[in-house]
């Protein structure tokens, strides 16, 4: 019951010896995530003891993949470092690299997520909680202790109504939760997550949250209508922001009827998706569907 990450991932956290890779590989590892390494090339060979679990530090990320088999990276470096970061990553042909950096430069981000691509590496991120799979692993920062183990696969924009629509939700539980980010440029997009949870045997249910700005959910639409056959259910933060002011995440930006919460609605429905008015309407929505599923 999981995309992306399962109890069998084995993760590397770079920059895990900064202050908050530190506080996170500890919530990370108290979630039950296999945290085989940290990458800081100034204290390779020394030790973390994370309450009584050791963790080793690697002088770079082939390094860590060649003494651990890791398979995932959780990115906490500042937005100077992050470009180098993720290359290195993608040039050890890491399969995940999950970005959790905000304020990363979008020059830096193109750069960085094409190179992964050319590398066969998948970027989540930047400016991004991560990925958890309850139960099994978290990678990056979602709180782990609001949901359980379930049928709903969740993709979303937005941190903050990730953790309301899991918490809201927790009486059901996911398959996944995927916090994409909300940055101009990511890696794995709105149709990247709904491709995988379709062919997740595991999820019954997919509930995507976008926002104002850009075109991703309208695209994200065409991808239902055309190749999804489970139930899906939206949000769309911002139906009340003014046009052609930011805000937000650096791509919430509204110009005319371009972008707007309405258009983006209207081109969900009109390709079979539920959306929701507010955060807990959603959620209604998302209960009621799983009863539809069910009866």
Do not use: W
Request: net charge neutral; proline share 6%.
């Amino acid at each position: 019951m999981a995309i992306h990450l399962t109890k069998e991932s084995k993760v590397l956290v770079q920059g895990m010896t900064g202050g908050e890779g530190m506080k996170h590989t500890r919530r990370m590892l108290a979630a039950g995530t296999n945290v085989v390494g940290g990458v800081n090339p100034r204290k390779a060979g020394r030790t973390v003891d994370f309450d009584g679990q050791p963790v080793p530090v690697f002088g770079s990320v082939a390094d860590g993949m060649r003494a651990t088999g890791a398979d995932v990276s959780v990115v906490f470096v500042p937005p100077a470092f992050a470009k180098a970061a993720v290359t290195e990553a993608a040039d050890a042909r890491l399969p995940l690299a999950v970005v959790i950096t905000e304020g990363i430069p979008v020059h830096d981000t193109v750069a960085f997520t094409a190179h992964a691509r050319r590398r066969g590496t998948r970027i989540i991120g930047p400016n991004c909680p991560g990925l958890i799979t309850p139960g099994q692993a978290n990678a990056g920062i979602i709180p782990a202790d609001i949901a359980k183990p379930g049928p709903i696969g969740l993709v979303s924009k937005s941190g903050t109504l990730t953790y309301q629509l899991m918490y809201e939700l927790r009486d059901i539980g996911f398959s996944t939760c995927v916090g994409i980010g909300g940055d101009p440029v990511v890696g794995t997009t709105h149709i990247d997550c709904l491709a995988a949870f379709e062919a997740d045997p595991d999820t019954e249910l997919i509930v995507m949250i976008g926002e104002i700005g850009g075109d991703a959910e309208e695209r994200a639409a065409a991808y239902v209508r055309d190749h999804v056959t489970k139930p899906v259910v939206g949000y769309i933060a911002g139906f009340t922001a003014p046009e052609g002011r930011t805000m937000g995440h650096a791509g919430a930006i509204v110009s005319g009827s371009t972008g707007t919460a309405r258009a983006k609605q209207e081109a969900l429905e009109a390709a079979g998706v539920r959306v929701g008015r507010t955060p807990t309407e959603t959620a209604a929505l998302v209960l009621d569907a799983v009863r539809r599923e069910r009866s």
